[in-house]
């Protein structure tokens, strides 16, 4: 398997054939071979083996690698979580999936309580190889109890890994970094994602885990995206250079570990911060990455940073109301406007 991390410096694979692929799909070839390369490896979730293998991710995968590898399960979060940490400390790579991210919280207290410290709490000595991928909705009425981003919660706690791809090529390489790392890891994904299509290397390859990718070059102001947010970041800097305002496009990638440095390194050029966040503003992963520019940099910024966030509130239902909640491209330009000065349209 392909490491980029050696390679390419953590960016994606060079000189490797590829096919277009969408974001759900780049998931599944992910799962098909890491189940191949290491029969460790183990699979499992609500509807992981039913016909639409949930939104796609895990088709076809029970029929390919066996219903012993591969498996349904009844509706206990917390026993599942449990399960992913005693079967990674008997020496698996179990991948469990939660359908949406809501429903994960009612394995919060393994999850922080247990898996998070198994590492500390014997002494470096243990691994814990356990992999959760968590969906988070959006669109056709999802509501606050299916569209929760909640990433800034578990980025907080020591222990976690938290990953949040926002392309294709990224779902497959962080999806098996994260794998055969032998660290607990979350990766979140935006349901919204799920159809974009990207040309990605067919052969498996990991990605760095920690390491931020550079989506654009730009001069006058730093744009820092997580996930969702990172394809409205692109598109706003695509409006922002018509009016002769060029951005740079930062796509974190992951929340933990953070690349703090490429961050950095892009504000102490631009002078500029707007950080794009699909999650709420206080307490947030935004406010986070605002706060360290803030103290490495300090008078060298050119304006204040500015956070494109949820809005305080719970996620509509109702489609019209929906449309107006979730930020996007148009806000994320309105906020480097005021980064450099430019508030007219």
């Known amino acids: 398997m392909s490491d980029s991390a050696a390679a390419g410096g953590g960016d994606r694979p060079h000189g490797m054939k590829t096919a277009p692929t969408t974001y759900a799909g780049a998931l599944r070839d992910a799962m098909d071979q890491a189940l191949q390369a290491d029969p460790g490896v183990v699979l499992y979730g609500i509807g992981a083996d039913g016909a639409s293998g949930i939104f796609g991710t895990t088709k076809g995968l029970a029929e390919r690698h066996g219903g012993h590898r591969v498996f349904d ?8 979580t449990g399960l992913a940490g005693g079967a990674a400390n008997a020496g698996l790579r179990p991948v469990l999936v939660h359908q949406r ?12 309580n247990w898996l998070s410290m198994w590492r500390f ?13 968590a969906i988070v909705g959006k669109g056709w009425g999802q509501g606050p109890q299916h569209s929760k981003s909640l990433h800034a919660w ?27 790392s032998d660290d607990p890891t979350l990766v979140i994904e935006g349901r919204q ?5 990207e040309e990605v290397p067919v052969e498996p390859y990991r990605l760095r885990l920690g390491k931020a990718a550079v989506r654009r070059a730009g001069d006058d102001v730093t744009l820092v995206a997580i996930g969702a947010m990172v394809p409205e970041a692109l598109a706003a800097a ?4 018509e009016a002769g305002i060029a951005a740079e496009v930062v796509d974190l990638r992951c929340l933990a570990p953070l690349d703090l440095d490429t961050v950095i390194a892009s504000v102490r050029h631009t002078g500029r911060l707007v ?3 699909p999650g709420w503003q206080r307490f947030g992963a935004a406010a986070e990455i605002v706060a360290a520019v803030a103290e490495a940099l300090g008078p060298e910024l050119k304006a204040r940073p500015v956070r494109v966030t949820w809005p305080q509130s719970h996620s509509p239902t109702s489609a019209h109301l929906e449309g107006a909640f979730y930020p996007g491209a148009a806000e994320i330009e309105a906020a480097a406007r005021i980064a450099v000065g430019r508030k007219d349209g």
Not at 163 to 178: H, I, Q
């Open 73 to 80: 399960v009844p509706i206990a979060e917390q026993a599942l």
């Open 101 to 112: 991210l809501d429903f994960m919280l009612y394995g919060v207290d393994m999850l922080v």
């Open 121 to 133: 709490i014997s002494g470096g000595q243990a691994k814990l190889p356990l992999t959760i991928r």
């Open 154 to 180: 578990f980025a907080h706690v020591p222990g976690l890994q938290v990953v949040m791809p926002a392309t294709p090529a990224d779902a497959k390489g962080l999806l098996l970094a994260s794998i055969f």
């Open 193 to 197: 994602l799920y159809s974009m299509t």
């Open 238 to 241: 695509e409006r922002l250079a």
């Open 275 to 277: 950080v794009a966040d």
